[in-house]
DNA sequence: TTGTATCTACGACGACTTTCGTATATGTTT
DNA sequence: AAACATATACGAAAGTCGTCGTAGATACAA
């Protein structure tokens, strides 16, 4: 019954969560690799932080072979969506409406993207109204 | 031509602009203890930070009476945007489109809320196309 | 004038994060 | 075996952030 209490990832360990998230288990020096793609970062930093990131549990890791492979321990959209609560709280003062309005309004948004989030509202709407039925109702009856 | 080089606010930086920009120009002591009803701070704690602030040029203040009146140099909505920035390319590889479908999956959203998402959506496409009619479009012709 | 309350200025400490140098183990090649 | 490449472990430096103690200034009350 206990909610994992997962600890809050760091920028640079979300970096990396964002490598394993994306290819899968890695060994420290593809994950370095990956993230000299985009930032110089030495070999051993990535290896402390893989190592810390052990301690808190954010990655398992597999020692069968003489080299580590690690992989992530939480799930991308969990720790997003843990992450997003504390921004929208500290940033927006704990209004995610605020937040969504703003994003919408400043990053372009593609055609078919509105579209995605059309879908979405729909969804939520329907499942608010316990409608089985996937008709649009337009009004709430007299 | 220069952007505004806005300085990012730290996390306690934020709980402070959020003061001020609600209640306006400030005194530290009733900043102090807005916060205090958050949370305990010490009154100093909150001086210091409303003077490392006024370095960063996140505040500019007014002593001309003994007592200073901090106030907010920078606007609500253009650090918001900053900062939201920042934070989807940390923790959402840089989509926005997927920050936004999370809030709006993990968020309870009411009615009117969603109304008004889908008004913005309108607006947004309107402008895409370059329409100056407000009728809606429901597909695309065969 | 003397005491009291309230303010600003400033320095410093502890926690956390990121970074990297260095030591050491292990495997590989000649 | 000797030299070399590559891996992990560990300690520590440097920077940032939040916190607060203390000193000194200023106004006001008794």
Redesign the interface.
């Known amino acids: 019954m206990s909610k994992t209490p997962i600890p809050k990832p760091t920028?640079s360990e979300?970096?990396i969560l964002?490598v394993l998230w994306?290819h899968g288990p890695s060994t420290v020096r593809f994950t370095n690799d990956q993230l000299n793609q985009r930032r110089e970062v030495g070999y051993t930093t990535t290896l402390k932080l893989l190592q810390l990131m052990l301690d808190k549990g954010l990655v398992l890791r597999e020692d069968d072979s003489k080299t580590h492979v690690y992989r992530a321990a939480v799930r991308e959209?969990e720790t997003?969506?843990l992450?997003?609560?504390r921004?929208?709280d500290?940033?927006?003062?704990g209004s995610?409406?605020?937040?969504?309005?703003?994003?919408?309004?400043?990053?372009p948004?593609s055609?078919d993207?509105?579209a995605?989030?059309?879908s979405?509202?729909n969804q939520?709407?329907e499942q608010?109204n316990g409608n089985s039925t996937s008709k649009p109702q337009n009004d709430e009856p007299a």
Chains 1, 2 share one sequence.
């Open positions: 920028e979300l970096e964002q994306q959209e997003q969506g992450l997003l609560d921004f929208v500290s940033a927006f003062g995610a409406m605020k937040m969504v309005m703003q994003a919408l309004g400043n990053h948004t055609a993207e509105l995605q989030i059309r979405l509202l939520i709407e608010r």
